[in-house]
């Protein structure tokens, strides 16, 4: 597209009928290996926008569903499509920001939420939270006045990482304050990444007070040249709403409430 762009995660998924064979070989194999896929038939449509994600496998020129059965991709993140509404109030094309929540230059005990230029955040990966995304476990916004943020993948390190033993991660997730979180991710020397969630250990999410709010945080996101032929929701969108509490520090994440 020829400009830094935010793109949201949309897996290409099997037809029910498609998908509907896919188990029933599971079933009775007890393997999804040597099960054949017809990709121009068996999955759903995707927008034009839409491309494969970068390690999926092609054959014959098709993109190859993966042993659950999805083509993992992506789609450009726009005002226009209602399913990414919430992506795309964190995100201003005209000034090419994004809001984003990170560890502070200042104090690696407190955090920020921040306007980034778009090209820093280039080839990283994001994960968007506020209001209306997977129930809230951070309890940020309201729904009168809703509040997302980008959050970097791997801004939070455990300086104390659990051994990769049943019960030390059970007691690590259910004890520490670090593992007040949704999950772990380790980065092997080869490159490989390897996260155990909660739930693989049969434990809730959320479930009390989170990690990521026992930090304090300060708002650092500057207000945007006015302009006139504006209209008056841009006005007040998200990134002005912020604007208004520049340079002001909460003890919390969950603190930050926005104007009506």
């Known amino acids: 597209m020829g400009e830094a762009y935010l793109w949201a995660r949309l897996d290409r998924k099997p037809t029910k009928q498609a998908d509907k064979r896919f188990k029933k070989y599971q079933y009775s194999q007890k393997t999804c290996k040597g099960f054949t ?3 121009e038939e068996d999955f759903r449509t995707v927008p034009e926008s839409w491309i494969p ?21 992506w789609v450009p993140v726009d005002k226009f499509n209602k399913q990414y509404c919430w992506h795309a109030s964190v995100v201003d094309y005209d000034a090419r920001k994004a809001l984003v929540l990170r560890l502070s230059d200042e104090d690696e005990a407190m955090l920020e ?6 090209t820093e955040l280039m080839e990283q990966t994001l994960e968007l ?5 997977n129930g809230n476990p951070y309890g940020l916004g309201s729904k009168k006045n809703p509040l997302h943020v980008l959050v970097p993948h791997g801004i939070l390190h455990v300086r104390n990482a659990p051994a990769v ?3 030390q991660l ?6 520490s304050d670090e593992g007040r979180v949704e999950g772990i991710v380790w980065h092997c020397n080869d490159g490989a990444l390897v996260k155990i969630h909660r739930h693989h250990l049969g434990l809730k ?40 509490l520049a340079g002001r520090r909460f ?6 409430q926005l104007d009506a």
Do not use: C
């Open 205 to 244: 999410w959320p479930d009390g007070d989170t990690f990521l709010n026992s930090r304090p945080v300060v708002v650092r996101v500057s207000r945007l040249p006015f302009d006139p032929d504006a209209s008056p929701d841009s006005r007040k969108n998200l990134f002005s709403a912020l604007s208004s």
């Open 165 to 167: 033993e049943f019960h």
């Open 53 to 73: 994600a970068r390690r999926v496998q092609y054959e014959s020129g098709h993109p190859v569903p993966d042993e659950h059965g999805h083509i993992p991709g």
């Open 251 to 256: 003890s919390s994440f969950r603190d930050v």
């Open 37 to 39: 896929w017809n990709v």
């Open 170 to 175: 059970l007691s690590w997730f259910l004890d």
């Open 129 to 133: 939270i506020g209001t209306n995304v």
């Open 113 to 118: 939420i921040a306007s980034v230029p778009l």
